[in-house]
């Protein structure tokens, strides 16, 4: 039987919404050359940035001390601050949801607002940066594919990479590690203990959590406002019984169906996608980059402006993955977030609701790019092509920890046959007791 639910005109035909999307290709280009001056310098200028995240104060690449005007500046570990190791000042970063407002007007966002450190990366950006010291004139350079500080060899002044070139290597914000390296080798080695039984051997001979390496991994921070429609069909069970004896018995049943469809608007907050390609291959055949996922969720309403002196004595990944590379991802997520929206509505169908279309509009969002820490350890496995390379992250924040541990095929094989046999003679023993 089929019953309606709830009528519904149709879904959009497709995810997007004309605001997140470029114009198309091949628009009729305007001839400039005619127009008065005013308006032809007005249409040839540049668009301007949305949301411009830069720290004026830290574009000569040194940041001075508050007090003392010092630039040998570390984060303090354990904590949000930033010490001076000259006078031993502390001071605290600007938290980038007060500075820029970016957890208000959640309501309100239209089209795509990009903050200045998530623009497109150039295609010709390079990852060496030179500054002039202000100390003694010499010049300096950093290689922003493996760090994001350096010193100065003449006059000793710590120079970072502030300013927000179209690299991937400088984002908007950061939030700082708090968990330390030692917890972090204590949480790794507590996480494989539990697992040594069906290590591999060579494995359990090489581990040395000690070798855990603290990184910022890349990361944009999505705020939305979205709408979505979900169309399907929903079953309520009627009536349920068994036909034929023996191995031939078989349950049926009686379901009435319904056309269902919902409509839903939500807004997200803060939702976390991997900026970077490395990280986004979740080829499960050759890595286990999905167990970094395991470790979220980040306390990103914590995170303070962009300031290198943060990531003094930690590694980094650059981000190479764009807006618009990253958009179907979202897509996919969003349309994950209305169904779990929708769910207390269709609990009556205890049969469960197959749902058969779905469409998305993205009325605007608003993109930050975000480092986030993690301690990371890495372990590979030798084998065909080119084996495989695990992963036990820890969360730099939290100290949630997952991973992958490679292990030996024949005791897993060797136990799963113990416990089939272990269970089959509980079960005679059963019958024979009690048959």
């Not at 494995?203 to 939305?224: A, S």
Request: with cysteine; proline share 6%; glycine share 8%.
């Amino acid at each position: 039987m089929s019953h309606p639910d709830k009528p519904s005109p149709p879904p959009p035909s497709g995810p997007g919404s004309p605001q997140d999307v470029p114009p198309a290709p091949g628009s009729i280009p305007i001839d400039t050359s005619a127009l008065p001056d005013a308006i032809r310098e007005e249409l040839e200028a540049p668009d301007p940035v949305a949301l411009d995240t830069s720290a004026e104060e830290l574009k000569d690449g040194a940041n001075h001390c508050p007090k003392c005007g010092a630039t040998d500046i570390r984060h303090k570990p354990g904590s949000d601050l930033l010490v001076c190791l000259f006078c031993r000042n502390e001071w605290h970063g600007h938290r980038v949801e007060e500075e820029f407002g970016l957890g208000e007007g959640l309501d309100e966002l239209s089209g795509t607002i990009i903050a200045s450190g998530a623009r497109d990366i150039a295609a010709d950006a390079s990852v060496l940066m030179s500054f002039k010291c202000t100390g003694c004139g010499a010049e300096v350079t950093v290689n922003t594919e493996n760090a994001m500080t350096a010193r100065c060899h003449w006059c000793r002044h710590v120079f970072g990479v502030n300013e927000q070139v179209a690299n991937g290597a400088v984002p908007d914000a950061v939030l700082p590690f708090h968990i330390k390296k030692d917890d972090a080798v204590g949480r790794i080695r507590q996480f494989v203990a539990k697992r040594q039984m069906f290590a591999l051997k060579e494995f359990k001979q090489e581990f040395t959590p000690e070798n855990v390496v603290g990184v910022y991994l890349p990361y944009m921070i999505v705020d939305g406002k979205v709408s979505a429609d979900v169309v399907g069909k929903g079953e309520i069970e009627t009536a349920r019984y068994t036909r034929g004896s023996g191995n031939n018995k078989k349950t049926y049943y009686d379901a009435d169906v319904y056309h269902v469809d919902r409509h839903v608007d939500f807004t997200v907050d803060d939702l976390t996608l991997e900026s970077s390609s490395e990280r986004g291959n979740l080829d499960t055949r050759t890595n286990t980059n999905n167990i970094i996922n395991t470790i979220l969720p980040f306390d990103t309403k914590n995170a303070v402006k962009w300031n290198a002196s943060y990531l003094s004595g930690y590694s980094s990944e650059k981000r190479d993955r764009d807006v618009e590379h990253l958009r179907p991802r979202l897509e996919d997520q969003l349309l994950s977030i209305a169904r779990h929206q929708v769910l207390d509505s269709v609990r009556q169908f205890d049969r469960g609701v197959r749902w058969e279309q779905e469409g998305l509009q993205v009325h605007g969002t608003r993109w930050v790019s975000m480092y986030l820490p993690v301690w990371l350890y890495s372990y590979h496995q030798p084998g065909k092509n080119g084996g495989m390379l695990h992963y036990i992250a820890v969360n730099g924040r939290t100290g949630e920890t997952m991973g992958s541990v490679p292990v030996q095929q024949w005791k897993l094989i060797t136990a799963a046959l113990t416990v089939g046999t272990v269970l089959e003679t509980i079960a005679l023993w059963f019958i024979g007791a009690f048959g």
